[in-house]
């Protein structure tokens, strides 16, 4: 999303701006083209020299060095930037942002800028609750500009409090969302994308559950990819992985809750992908308070918890239902048996028998089967490779439809 992207990187004076140079160097991983702008207190804490290193470009500090004759540097700065990103944001910055003062590189090219701008405030807490702050800061929202929420933690002052600089990743990630909402030509664009991931946990007593080795990445790397492709995505979750930025998520633990969130959006959805573990069977008593060790044997009874995706198959209307089926064995025949009696669009199966392959592991190995259509083989790759896959199949059937 972010590749060949012109992004204009602005670090201001506050002592977050070291997480900068790493900001950087995962816009360039990303395959962005990042010219960053320095004012003259970001210069105390962090060398300029430091930024031309990482962005490969000449770092702009100076509104009256102007270097080529044919253009001024910062309007044609502005007009050749696709996303704006400043980080860290000092409280001076938002204040100058807030109401037009342009009196240095920074300010002045953040002025004449009309690409999308995402604001990374990061300052003390005090500075960051006080009404004029907070005021700037929805005045900026007003004008159209995105602000990521700071981090609540440890202060460079020594106390605990909210005004921490996000991680650089969130930020890329912010920034990728950012690009990805405002992108009209995605092929998931107004698409609404319903997901669920992870292995369910069924309670025996408050402390313990049954459950299975699924991680949930799976899902969630499709989450990401649907997103990616500029869908709406909700992520209905019995994982505790992190959670992807820029999709709804909603935690659930049971079986019988994910079934009612997954029904909960079901109708509007045009794509649905059951990417969980689901656990075939629940116990039949689920005690209240934790059970005692007194007996030799303990009894469980299970009993079946519902079958989600068949559920969902026989209300299908529009929707492009997906499954996925973990086999240790007869992989195809399981597979086109569940493709059938689900009455799912595609089934993706995978051997979890197989060691870099299934639950927990980054990589996946899948065969993909649909109605009508001989079934594709994907090799051995990431679980992001795999997902993009699986979504660029799914959109070709969609629209041959
Ligand atoms: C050690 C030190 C750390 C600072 N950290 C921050 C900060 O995190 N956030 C902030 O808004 N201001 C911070 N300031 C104050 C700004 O540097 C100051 O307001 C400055 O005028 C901002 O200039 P600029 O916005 O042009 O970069 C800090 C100052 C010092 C001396």
């Known amino acids: 999303m972010l590749h060949n992207k012109r992004i204009t990187l602005f670090i201001t004076g506050g002592i977050a701006s070291y997480k900068a140079a790493e900001l950087t160097r995962q816009f360039i991983k990303a395959g962005a083209v990042v010219r960053v702008v320095m004012t003259d207190n970001a210069q105390k804490f962090i060398s300029p020299l430091t930024l031309q290193v990482l962005s490969k470009n000449k770092v702009y500090t100076d509104t009256f060095d102007e270097q080529d004759a044919e253009v001024v540097s910062h309007i044609h700065l502005a007009d050749s930037t696709d996303l704006t990103v400043i980080a860290p944001a000092t409280a001076n910055m938002i204040a100058k942002m807030a109401n037009g003062i342009a009196d240095d590189m920074s300010s002045t090219t953040l002025l004449a800028i009309t690409a999308p701008k995402l604001i990374v405030p990061a300052m003390n807490v005090n500075m960051l609750e006080h009404p004029a702050t907070q005021s700037n800061l929805k005045k900026l929202q007003s004008y159209g500009d995105t602000i990521l ?184 025949k399981y597979a086109m048996d569940k ?34 259509r001989e079934p594709i083989a994907i090799d051995l790759k990431s679980k992001d490779e795999i997902a993009f896959d699986i979504l660029k199949i799914a959109i070709k059937t969609i629209n041959e439809k």
């Open 149 to 332: 929420d700071p981090d609540t933690g440890f202060l460079a002052e020594g106390y605990e409090g909210k005004g921490r600089m996000p991680d650089p990743y969130k930020i890329v990630e912010a920034a990728t969302s950012l690009l990805i909402e405002r992108d009209e030509s995605l092929p998931l664009k107004n698409k609404k994308v319903i997901i669920a991931a992870g292995g369910t946990k069924e309670r025996i007593d408050p402390v313990r559950y049954i459950t299975n080795d699924s991680s949930g990445k799976m899902g969630y790397s499709l989450a990401t990819v649907a997103r990616n492709l500029g869908a709406q995505v909700t992520l209905v979750s019995a994982s505790s992985i992190e959670q992807p930025f820029g999709v709804t998520f909603i935690a659930v633990e049971s079986a019988r809750d994910m079934q009612e969130q997954m029904l909960k959006h079901y109708e509007t959805a045009d794509i649905v992908i059951m990417a969980a573990a689901v656990s075939d069977y629940r116990s039949k008593e689920q005690s209240t308070q934790k059970i005692k060790k007194s007996s030799d044997d303990l009894e469980l009874v299970l009993e079946k918890n519902p079958d989600i995706l068949a559920g969902m198959g026989k209300d299908k209307k529009r929707q492009f239902l997906i499954g996925f089926a973990a086999e240790t064995n007869d992989l195809e």
């Open 339 to 372: 493709l059938v009696r689900k009455k799912a669009d595609m089934i993706v199966a995978n051997d979890v028998s197989k060691q870099d392959a299934g639950f927990n592991a980054d990589t996946n190995e899948v065969i993909i089967f649909q109605p009508d």
